[in-house]
């Protein structure tokens, strides 16, 4: 395996070619050395590919693509830089929002054809209770 590395006017890309395996990963970073794409292919087929969007210092948008599959996070942060939202969705469709709601406290709505249906809370990554949501019906 090896990576080489090329200065381009954003940033930088490397490739990192695994030739007893038949990978290549092709990243590309932005001018704060983060990876903005990253894409892994195997005898020239996509096997993934993530593409990551920043605003300042906080992650906005990951994407995530593979074969038959493509999710997407969106994140939402307070004036400070604390996390306070996260959307979820998997080929097109809201799977899952969860909002921080203090420290070490949140709660994740879990969707069923983009409608919410279950409420759980969490406590240190723990969860502490649900709920089924009024929107849900039979």
Do not use: M
Request: glycine share 6%.
């Amino acid at each position: 395996e090896y990576t080489e590395y090329f200065q381009i006017e954003e940033g930088k890309r490397s490739i990192t070619e695994n030739l007893q395996e038949g990978f290549t990963v092709y990243r590309q970073y932005d001018d704060r050395d983060r990876v903005v794409l990253e894409r892994t292919t195997q005898q020239g087929s996509l096997i993934e590919e993530i593409i990551q969007r920043y605003e300042g210092d906080d992650l906005a948008t990951k994407q995530r693509r593979t074969p038959g599959l493509k999710e997407i996070w969106e994140h939402e942060y307070d004036q400070e830089g604390e996390l306070k939202r996260e959307e979820y969705v998997k080929n097109g469709k809201l799977k899952r929002v969860t909002v921080y709601t203090g420290e070490d406290t949140y709660y994740e709505d879990l969707y069923r054809n983009n409608i919410p249906v279950i409420r759980i809370f969490y406590s240190e990554d723990r969860e502490v209770g649900e709920k089924f949501l009024e929107s849900y019906e039979r």
